[in-house]
C-alpha cells in the first residue's frame, strides 16, 4: 500500500505533553487543565477538527478556483460533541466572504460532504498496533 501520511510522537517528562512530528513538521500535544494536563498545546481531538478544518477548506479553494469562483476569505468553524450514547457528532458552518450564489453554496456544501478527511472520519478506517521489534498486531 502507498504511504499517505506519517507522523511519530516523543513523549516528554512534563506528564501529558509530548512533541509531534508530522512530515517535516514538528508540533505538541498535551491535555487541557481538567484532564490532568498543562494545557501547552492543542488535544487530540483539537487536532482531530483541525485535520477536518484543514480538507475543509483547502479542497473547497481547489474547488472554487477550478471552477473560477471568488471565495474571498474562507472560514469555517467546527464544533464536536457527544451525545447522551456516547457517539460524537461534528458541526461544520462554512463562511465565505466572496459573491457567491445560493446554487454555488449548495454545491459546495456537496463537495464539502465528501473531502478525503470528511469520508475517512465518516466511514473510518482499519487501525492495527504492534510492538517495536514484533510481528504480532493488535
Same mark, same amino acid.
Given at each position: 500500500?502507498?504511504? @499517505?501520511?506519517?507522523?511519530?510522537? @516523543?513523549?516528554?517528562?512534563?506528564?501529558?505533553?509530548?512533541?509531534? =512530528?508530522? !512530515? =517535516?513538521? /514538528?508540533?505538541?500535544?498535551?491535555?487541557?487543565?481538567?484532564? &490532568?494536563? %498543562? &494545557?501547552?498545546?492543542?488535544?487530540?481531538? +483539537?487536532?482531530?477538527?483541525?485535520?477536518?478544518?484543514?480538507?475543509? /477548506?483547502?479542497? #473547497?479553494?481547489?474547488?472554487? %478556483?477550478?471552477?473560477?469562483?471568488?471565495?474571498?476569505?474562507?472560514? /469555517?468553524?467546527?464544533?464536536?460533541?457527544? +451525545?447522551? +450514547? !456516547?457517539?460524537? =457528532? $461534528?458541526?461544520?458552518?462554512?463562511?465565505?466572504?466572496?459573491?457567491?450564489?445560493?446554487? %454555488?453554496? %449548495?454545491? #459546495?456544501?456537496?463537495? $464539502?460532504?465528501?473531502?478525503?478527511?470528511?469520508?475517512?472520519?465518516?466511514?473510518?478506517?482499519?487501525?492495527?498496533?504492534?510492538? /517495536? !521489534?514484533?510481528?504480532?498486531?493488535?
Amino acid at each position: 500500500m502507498p504511504r @499517505v501520511s506519517s507522523a511519530t510522537i @516523543v513523549s516528554t517528562d512534563s506528564n501529558y505533553l509530548h512533541h509531534i =512530528h508530522a !512530515g =517535516h513538521y /514538528a508540533m505538541d500535544t498535551d491535555e487541557p487543565l481538567k484532564l &490532568g494536563g %498543562q &494545557g501547552a498545546a492543542p488535544a487530540p481531538f +483539537d487536532y482531530y477538527l483541525a485535520s477536518l478544518a484543514a480538507c475543509t /477548506a483547502i479542497t #473547497l479553494r481547489m474547488y472554487a %478556483q477550478r471552477k473560477g469562483w471568488d471565495l474571498g476569505e474562507f472560514r /469555517a468553524e467546527l464544533e464536536m460533541q457527544r +451525545d447522551d +450514547d !456516547g457517539k460524537l =457528532h $461534528v458541526h461544520r458552518t462554512l463562511h465565505a466572504t466572496g459573491p457567491l450564489t445560493d446554487e %454555488q453554496w %449548495q454545491r #459546495l456544501l456537496e463537495i $464539502v460532504a465528501n473531502t478525503p478527511v470528511t469520508k475517512a472520519m465518516r466511514e473510518g478506517v482499519d487501525i492495527t498496533s504492534a510492538r /517495536a !521489534g514484533a510481528d504480532a498486531t493488535n
